[in-house]
């Protein structure tokens, strides 16, 4: 099968089969999250208490973890809803957000890559290059290092860590060590709204929840949001207020057509 | 007097007095919540530390309990203020979010009823049957059962509890152990936004503030709702973004003369 | 440099320089302060663990505190961040929202002007007037007394603290103490949605990056969120959904010369 006929296939699968994605997340984008779970056809739950996440991750299809507004104690309940994920099979996605702008961030994203399977790594060039002890330049939480190449730095990161590595920018790489791919979907608005690096990561949970590889599903996690964010632009006109619910309004239309047509996939 | 004109002159009333509604609620829907409290005609509140819970709900008209990303400290504030607004017959509407899913949601949605009077509970048909003591399949945060008799699950649970029951989904039911009322406003729409649910929790915790009886609260809340929700969807097309914006403004611009003319409420 | 002059220079310069704002805030505007600093042309930073708060202000040009849902720990959190900010000459503006409400809040507001030097207070009339040691009359987070003499307030709490005083509402008040300032922009429709105050604080955090004289920098950011908040109401008639987003439009969309056309702002 071709790999768009694939995420297509994927698309179809996720909305017939709602499969229940449990984020572990920060505060800024919970509600958008959970909102581009239910527009990708999903089911959100948002559930951080240290009491009940090996519970809740029982139901889950995919396990996201984001540490965008992290704290120890978050950290503890990532790390046992991550074993106990690991335990049950249900894939782990991770988005180590502001990696490298504190010890508490560094730390806290090695000792989750270092105690729980990771099916999925999503971040910046800077987060993925930083966590993978490459070279990387990052304010707050943004990405502002020019880098030189982001396909060596995906496809060594994910052969030492196992993981499947996703870079998103400009243009997307997913490798898994061995596959490499370029995603051309997206737009620049998608950087005027907050969160939407967290909603691409909440995409590939998506995926992961109906798709075996995870090189295929961070490919399809991304190039189906990159496919809602070109639709949401073209009707946005530079406003992001208005790019921010035509990017819902997309996900939710985007049909598995809209794949077959759009996707701009590229395998190396 | 009519039902629908006593909702109609409760709105009125909310519109006039702008009560205070106190929440102690989930990081998802916080800002939602507020902001469908604004549009309503009241004023929302956050507050949450143990330390000033009691003091904040002095001042409201009603509190508000939702226990959608709860942790036991959560929990503790809840009951302190809830015990609280007991004693200063402040009534307590509470949304026992996901209850059934997790032992900590069950065991803390079964403390809260037994240590607080509650008003009005409020949850989707698995919340409330689990809760009630019925059978219910819960995924996560969302109702997948099938609910042959959910008018008796209300009546008996409001006998039982002394609650009045609110049952929301394609037909609305509330109970208060005496009259039951079947609410049919509402759209499908309404289930692909995040915190719809906890919006008409909110609703009704509105029409407490102005309204004595609590089975009149339940019912004024949620056809209010569900009015703003058939508005919304009318002018939406089936996009969820779109429709979310124009949920807030159908609600900021319901008028009485609305309910008069839309409540679709039975009563049997 | 006439005033205007110099808040269309510094709202080029925010553009420029991308300025990071270190948000220690409440978690119901969270990513609404977020997505109001990228309009802005800044980039918004949320973090609020105690590990991490006085290594991530190393990175901002402004930190911003807001005690909106506030409890003891992360009240520490902001005054080790905040004193970190003095030592590094960071400037901080607070929003001591809810101040006068419960003890919690006029204790905690009250240590944290005590033990950080704040650049800017951002209040509405009650907020500030309570924190001042004035009368002041509040209702959960919203000011409902009828102030006499604002401007006395301002001026006085100005040279009283050493803090420039920002009050807004239907007019703005900003004073150093020496110093005065009324701004006319804004709008009423910026009442209906929950956050405009807390964006407002943000803005005064964007200008302050770039800005030396924090009377100035105040003054710059309630003109150039006053305007956007009239350009968004003049297309959304009414309905506080669609003003929401209209907001986030016009402030990205706003330039230096709508600046120099719009601003009413008249020293006293």
Redesign the interface.
Known sequence: MEIKEEIAADLAKIRATKP?L?HIT???????T??A???LGA???????R??VE??VG??GTLILNI?????ELVESMIAAGKKANELNVPVIFDPV?VG?????TDSAKKIISEVNISVVRGNAAEVSILGGFEGKI????SIGGYSNLINVAKEFANQSGSTIAITGKVDIVSDGRQIAKIYNGDAMLA????TGCMATTMIGGFLAVQTDPFMGAVGGLVTFGLAGEKAAAVSG?????F??????SL??LVPEDIMKGAKVETV
Request: charged content about 20%; hydrophobic content about 40%.
């Open positions: 229940l449990h920060n505060m800024v984008v919970m509600n958008e959970a909102n779970t239910l527009c089911l959100p739950v948002m559930a951080h208490a009491e009940e519970e809740m139901f889950a965008g507004t992290l704290y120890p502001g702008a504190t010890k508490l961030r304010k707050g939480v943004e005027t709204v907050t969160g530079k406003r992001p207020g208005t921010h619910v035509a990017l819902y309004d939710a239309l």
